[in-house]
DNA sequence: TTGTAAGCGTTATCAG
DNA sequence: CTGATAACGCTTACAA
C-alpha cells in the first residue's frame, strides 16, 4: 500500500502470468523461452516500466557493471593536460552504451594511489580498471592482477602483463616533428622529455635521439616532470647554451608554451630565431601567437578502444593488442626554417 | 573446498561464536552489543581479513554509496579549464574517507545529458549528484528532484530548488581585477563574458557591470561561449573599435590566452598599450610572456564542501547555503598602467 | 545482550 | 520449455 515502489520481475512475473525464474530469461534475451511468452514477458515490463536493478543483478552476478580509472597526478598537472578529458568521453562512448559506469579517481603515485586499487578492489566497486601514464616496471600491473582484477593498459608494459593494451606510436609523432624541422634546415635541435620513468615520455625521447641520429644532427635532451616550471627552466637552460639550439621539440603542450614565453621574454623571434614543436595539440596552442606546431593524438578513440578491450577482458577475453593509428603533426606558426648561421667565430652578423 | 573465497560476515560470526545479526551491529558500531563481545568480533573479522561486500550492503540499505557528477561540456572545453581537475581532486579528499566513490560522466547539455541522469537513477547507480556550471532556470534541478536523487548546486540556484547549494563569489574577484585596472587609470575597459545561460558567466558579468558603473567609465561586453575560438574574436572585434578598451577583463583564462595571442600577432604591447585579466588563474597562465593576471578560485577546497554538504543530504540532512571564500586577484604581468592618451583627433603622438 | 529470520532483486539450479 | 527454490552478503525488525 505505500506509494508505487519500482516494478521489480516478481511484478513482470506475475502480470504476465509465468514465474520469476521465466522472466529473468526473456529479459536477459536467453533461449528457451517460447517467442509469445517472451513477447508476453517483455510487453508486461515495459507496461510497468520495469528497470533492472544493478545491485540486485551486482549482487548475484558478482560483477559491478563499473570501472575505475586512477588516474595518478597531482591536479595542476591533470588540469594542463587534454588528454583526460577527451579520453573519458570517449571511455563513455563505449560505457554508456553497455550500462557501464566510470568510478573516477585521483591519487598521488606511491601508497595513496596503492590505497585506491585496494579500496576499490576490497568492495569490490568495479571489475577492472583502465592504467593511465604506464611507467617503466609499472607495479600497479602485479597489484591489479594479485586484487582479481580485469585491467587494460594504455601503452605496452615494458614488463610481463596479463592484461591487454592499447597504444599509440607516441614515436611517429616525434619523428614527423623532428623531420619537419630537419626539412626547414635545423641542424642543432633540443628535446625537452618528460620524465623517464614514465613509458610515453621515455619513448618519446628515444624516437627523438633515434631521428636526430638518423638525420645526423647534433642534438641534446633535457629530461624535466612535464610541467610547465621545469619545462620553462629547461627552454633558459638550453638557450644560455653557446651553441644554442634552433629548435626545440617538446615532449607535451604545456611545456612548449612555457618555453615559448621564456623566448618571448628574452626577445627571441619565433620562429625566426627559435622554432618550438609541443606534443598534445591543446586547443589553445593554436591560438597563441605564433601559433604552436603540435603533435594531435586522438585521445577520444584511444579511451573508446581501452574500455571496449577492458569489457571484453571482464568478460573472459583473452588480452590483446591494440595499435592505434599514429598520431600526426600539425603544422602552425611556431616552426620555420633555420635562421642563418652566424658567422663562425663571432658574434651575430 | 573451493579456494579461499573473501569472508563473509557468516565466517565471522562462526569465528566469533556470535549469530550474523550481531556481528552486523558490532561492525557497525551501533550500541547493544557488549563490549568484550564486540572486540572479540572485531577481532575475528579483522583475523579473517574480512572486508564489507559493497553490493550487499547495497541491496540490503537501498544506497549506492556512489555520487555522480555529470559534467555539461564538450570534452575539448573541459580540457582547456582547470576546474574540474581540482574540484574532482577536492571531492575526492571526502569521498575516500567515507568509502564513496565519484561516478563521472560527460554529456552534452540536452538530450543526452538529461539520458544520463534517467539512466544514473534508473539503476539506482548513485545516491546523489553534483550539479556544476548551473544555468539559468537549470531543469536539472527538476529532473534531478523527479528522480529522487539527493544533490548539490555549485552556485545559488536563480530558481527554487531543494538541494544544498556551495557557491563562491564570483563577483567579488570580477571587482577586484576591474578595481585593479581602474587604479592603474584605465577609464576604457572591455569584459569579455561568457554565455549568460550560464549562472557564474552572468555573475562575472553583472560584477563587471557593476563595478565599471560605480567606477563611473566606460565600458562594454561581448559575450561569447567561453571558448578560446570566441575569445580571440571577441578580442579582435573590440580592438577594431574606434575607442579601443585599454583593459579587457576575461571571464576565463582560455580566452585571456586567445586574447594575449590576437594583441601579439596585432603588434600591440602588452600591458603597455593593452592590459589584460583572466579568470581561473590556469598553471600555464604565469609561464605566459607576458604572465597573466588572473582570479584564483579555491577549486579544491570547493570540491571537498560540495561533497560533504552532498554526503549530508543522502543521509538526509537540510539543505544549506554554503558561501567559500571570495577569489583572489593574482597580479602579474599582463596588467600595468594605461597607456598615455592618444593626443585627440591625431594619430599616435 | 544475543539469536532468528525475513527481506533486498537478481541469477542460477534443477526438478517437473 | 516452465516454475519452484536456493543462493548472493548484508541489514534489520522481532524474539528469546
Redesign the interface.
Known amino acids: 500500500m505505500t506509494a508505487a515502489s519500482r516494478p521489480t520481475i516478481a511484478d513482470v512475473a506475475r502480470a504476465a502470468g509465468v514465474s520469476k525464474g521465466l522472466v529473468s530469461f526473456a529479459l536477459n534475451g536467453r533461449p528457451g523461452v517460447a517467442a509469445d511468452t517472451r513477447a508476453r514477458i517483455l510487453a508486461a515490463a515495459d507496461d510497468l516500466g520495469w528497470?533492472?536493478?544493478?545491485?540486485?543483478r551486482?549482487?548475484s552476478t558478482g560483477r559491478?557493471f563499473?570501472c575505475g580509472l586512477v588516474i595518478g597526478r597531482s591536479?595542476?598537472v591533470?588540469?594542463?593536460?587534454?588528454f583526460?578529458?577527451?579520453f573519458?568521453?570517449g571511455v563513455?562512448d563505449e560505457f554508456?552504451t553497455t550500462?557501464q559506469?566510470?568510478?573516477?579517481?585521483?591519487?598521488a603515485p606511491g601508497e595513496e594511489e596503492t590505497e585506491?586499487y585496494r579500496?576499490?578492489a576490497?568492495?569490490?566497486?568495479v571489475d577492472g580498471v583502465i592504467l593511465s601514464d604506464l611507467r617503466a616496471a609499472d607495479d600497479r600491473i602485479a597489484l591489479v592482477e594479485e586484487l582479481g582484477l580485469a585491467g587494460v593498459t594504455l601503452g605496452v608494459p615494458d614488463i610481463r602483463s596479463p592484461f591487454s593494451s592499447v597504444s599509440i606510436d607516441d614515436g611517429a609523432g616525434v619523428r614527423a616533428a623532428v623531420d619537419h624541422l630537419v626539412s626547414l634546415g635545423h641542424t642543432r635541435l633540443a628535446h625537452i622529455a618528460g620524465p623517464s620513468w614514465m613509458l610515453h615520455a621515455a619513448h618519446r625521447r628515444a624516437a627523438f635521439d633515434d631521428a636526430v641520429a638518423t638525420a645526423g644532427i647534433d642534438a641534446i635532451v633535457v629530461e624535466t616532470d612535464f610541467s610547465?616550471?621545469q619545462?620553462?627552466a629547461a627552454t633558459e637552460h638550453l638557450l644560455d647554451l653557446d651553441e644554442a639550439p634552433t629548435g626545440i621539440v617538446y615532449s607535451n603542450d604545456?611545456m612548449a608554451?612555457?618555453g615559448?614565453?621564456?623566448a618571448?621574454?628574452r626577445g627571441i623571434p619565433v620562429p625566426a630565431q627559435l622554432s618550438l614543436t609541443g606534443f598534445d595539440d591543446?586547443?589553445?596552442g593554436?591560438?597563441?601567437?605564433p601559433?604552436l606546431t603540435s603533435v594531435a593524438t586522438q585521445a577520444?578513440l584511444w579511451g573508446s578502444r581501452a574500455a571496449r578491450s577492458l569489457l571484453d577482458a571482464v568478460a573472459g577475453a583473452d588480452p590483446e593488442e591494440i595499435a592505434l593509428p599514429s598520431p600526426t603533426l600539425i603544422v602552425r606558426g611556431s616552426t620555420g626554417p633555420a635562421p642563418h648561421p652566424p658567422t663562425r667565430g663571432s658574434g651575430r652578423a
Chains 1, 2 share one sequence.
Open positions: 528497470t533492472p536493478s544493478v545491485r540486485a551486482s549482487l559491478s563499473a591536479p595542476d591533470i588540469a594542463a593536460d587534454p583526460f578529458p577527451s573519458i568521453a563513455e554508456s550500462g559506469v566510470l568510478v573516477l579517481a585521483v591519487a585506491v579500496t576499490l576490497a568492495g569490490r566497486r610547465a616550471a619545462g620553462a604545456q608554451v612555457a615559448l614565453g621564456v618571448q621574454r591543446t586547443d589553445i593554436r591560438y597563441l601567437y601559433a577520444r
